[in-house]
Structure formats: structure tokens, C-alpha cells
């Protein structure tokens, strides 16, 4: 099993910023992908950033604004977003996929950005 905690959610004005981090614990060793999702209200979740060793992926709607990193030795993954508009309010979650395809969520961090 592996458990996810995400921290850092918050409100922020447009054009501002938020780091999310995202602990993980447990059999963190069988850990291949770290990732994070949001939903929006009345919106499917969707994936915003992964990443798989060295190798990151970013939905269009936030390339070069959002950076997506981990650090192994802390078991963490983190989101920094800059330059956040309205539409990226949402609920992030965070996302551990191993490598027997086993997918972990974390509960949620709440980001609500005002115009």
C-alpha cells in the first residue's frame, strides 16, 4: 500500500502563486509515476503534470507556467504553479501509479484562484 498527503492548497489572486507537495509513505519503493490531477467544479478530473524518473508531461493549459519535480530521498512530489488564472481552480490530487500498475490517490488540496 501507499498513502498520499497532499499539503499547500490555498487561495490566491490571479497572476499569483501556490506550491503543492504531495508526501508519500508506505511502499514507496514500488513507486514508478508521481502526478498531479485537478478537478474542477462540474469537471472531470484531468491530469496536469506527471512524471516517470527524469521524464515530465504537462497538460497544454499549463505548460511553462506550472513545474512539476521529486524528490526521491523525502518520498515527495511537488507542484509549483506561477501565474495562476481562474480556470485552475480546482481540487488537485495527488497520484502514484507502480510498477504493477497500481494506482494511489491522495485526498485532495483545494486551490481556489480569484479574478
Known amino acids: 500500500q501507499v498513502q498520499l498527503v497532499e499539503s499547500g492548497g490555498g487561495l490566491v489572486q490571479a497572476g499569483g502563486s501556490l506550491r503543492l507537495s504531495c508526501a508519500a509513505s508506505g511502499r514507496t519503493f514500488s513507486i514508478n509515476a508521481l502526478g498531479w490531477y485537478r478537478q474542477a467544479p462540474g469537471k472531470q478530473r484531468e491530469l496536469v503534470a506527471s512524471?516517470?524518473?527524469?521524464?515530465?508531461t504537462y497538460v497544454d493549459a499549463v505548460k511553462g507556467r506550472f513545474t512539476i519535480s521529486r524528490d526521491n530521498a523525502a518520498n515527495a512530489v511537488y507542484l509549483q504553479m506561477n501565474s495562476l488564472k481562474y480556470e485552475d481552480t480546482g481540487v488537485y490530487f495527488c497520484?502514484?501509479?507502480?510498477?504493477?500498475?497500481?494506482?494511489?490517490w491522495g485526498k485532495g488540496t483545494l486551490v481556489t484562484v480569484s479574478s
Open positions: 512524471i516517470t524518473g527524469t521524464s515530465t
Open positions: 497520484h502514484a501509479r507502480t510498477y504493477m500498475s497500481t494506482d494511489y
